[in-house]
């Protein structure tokens, strides 16, 4: 960088599985996007850890090539013991080494919980719908009952 060059607000943000693409559908919720800040070699894998049960994640395969990755979330694996409960999941990349939060922060856009909206979709009385947090990681909402 030459003195007249300002640092960009990418140089400062820590890696993570920059989302480019949510597709929540027929069952399952595909992402897409790349690895931000860290070599994307070797394994990779989606993993879901339920917020405030960190103990027993979720994972999935992801299709890695170059450093875009690829992925889908059956959301039937969702389904709570208890028909009751709430939860949130919080959505990961990792390879066995580094464990990257899934979000969006390369853009321009901040506050993505209040402006983008996914729809939910339906199974076995469970209603799911992803969602930006207030950092503007994504994650998944999942509950039982009327309204999300």
């Known amino acids: 960088m030459n003195r007249h060059e300002r640092p960009t607000r990418h140089e400062h943000v820590k890696p993570h599985a920059e989302i480019a693409e949510v597709w929540p559908r027929d069952g399952h919720v595909r992402l897409v996007g790349h690895i931000h800040g860290r070599p994307a070699e070797g394994d990779w894998r989606l993993q879901l850890t339920r917020r405030g049960r960190p103990g027993r994640p979720l994972d999935y395969p992801a299709r890695v090539k170059g450093d875009r990755f690829e992925g889908e979330l059956p959301i039937a694996d969702l389904v709570p013991s208890?028909?009751?409960?709430?939860?949130?999941?919080?959505?990961?990349?990792?390879?066995?080494?580094?464990?990257?939060?899934?979000g969006r922060q390369l853009d321009d856009i901040h506050g993505k919980k209040k402006i983008m909206v996914f729809p939910e979709?339906?199974?076995?009385?469970?209603?799911?719908?992803?969602?930006?947090?207030?950092?503007?990681?994504?994650?998944?909402?999942?509950?039982?009952?009327?309204?999300?």
């Open 121 to 148: 979709q339906r199974v076995r009385g469970l209603r799911v719908r992803p969602y930006y947090t207030v950092k503007d990681n994504l994650s998944l909402e999942c509950r039982t009952g009327a309204a999300i």
């Open 82 to 102: 208890d028909p009751a409960e709430t939860d949130e999941w919080d959505i990961h990349l990792t390879d066995g080494e580094a464990r990257l939060r899934a």
